[in-house]
């Protein structure tokens, strides 16, 4: 059996989705710019694309840009808004536990003179909200703080922050890679006075190297990558058409079927989580487990074991699951997942952290599979005391 667990890092795209960027390869292969009918053709499927991802954000089409991946939106989120706002500040502040994409812009900026303040969190990844409101002055020109986080799905309180701007004039950003479908993200409701939000095509069944960008009407932040003029000279660069119009469909199938994909996902997490407790002594649930829990991750420490001992243990029975720490393993002066250290969990905590994340397509019948695998390999690896 292939139990794929892994659906924060990427996740399988849909079959359609497939189908759809096939044949646009093949018949419309056009480019968006040019006027001749070939060229249209392909600007109708980026416009068809565009229209079904604002529509699930509740936004205005001309208010989304595609990007080639949810790290340039987040680069184009952080550094175009530096370039619009440096005269009237230097200070941007983000949370601890923001993706590399956020983080490392921050670094840049901090080493080129800006002042960044990096916000702490709870054991449960709870943003410490105290703590934001008393960093925001005159100085601030940017917050950023991710909806979801991708390694404990964490949700965060967004719309506290945009009620802490006030009048002041911050621009809000929010990376939706890891809540774009998964939770309510409308724009006019919960997202309300939002500038900036993040999306990733290959975190919802779409294809990788897509990404988009909102940008609320009048936030006026800069281009990060110039040349051909394309997006409304907001993005240049020849359109991925293929990879746009997969997005666009992913989207749609993603938001359509919205409640009945989060049923599916709360039940493998519910009931996976619910075996682990059972069975398993000795944990550490690092996930929220009441309504700021994003139904899509599980992150949980087994203590007296090596998280990524057991996802090679596992990998070898067709489980797929990650330790968290993939990330920071690119960061080679911190020990473990940044994410969790903000936590403060203790290194033998870290080191036993595990996270399942989920997708629609799980089933019941593989949660039991999983359990039975995982209950026999954390047992092994504690008998033999090699972890402790
Ligand atoms: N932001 C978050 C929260 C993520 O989880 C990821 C990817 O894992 C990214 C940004 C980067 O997105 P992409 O892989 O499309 O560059």
Redesign the pocket.
Known sequence: MLVYLDN??TTKQYDEVTELMYKISKETFGNPSSLHSLGLAAEKEVKNARDEISKALGVKGEELFFTS???EA?NTAIFGTVEAKKRRGNKIIVSKVE?P?VLEPAKKLEEQGYKVSYIGVDDKCHLNLDELRSEIDEDTILISV?SVN?ETGTIMPIDKIVDMRENRDIIIHT?L??GFGKIDLNLNSKFKGVDLV?L?A??IHGPKGM?ALYVRKGSNIKPFILGGGQESHFRSGTENVQGIAGFGLASKMANDNFEDRIAKMSKAREYLLHGIESEIKDIRINSPLDDTACPSVLNISFLGTRGEVLLHTLEQDGIFISTGSACSSNHASQKGSHVLNAMGLKPKEIEGAIRFSFSEFNTIEEMDYTLDKLVKAVSRFRKLGTFR
């Open positions: 924060s890092s991946c949810g790290t987040d993706h994409a991710m991708n990376d890679v890891q993040s990733s290959h975190k990404g």
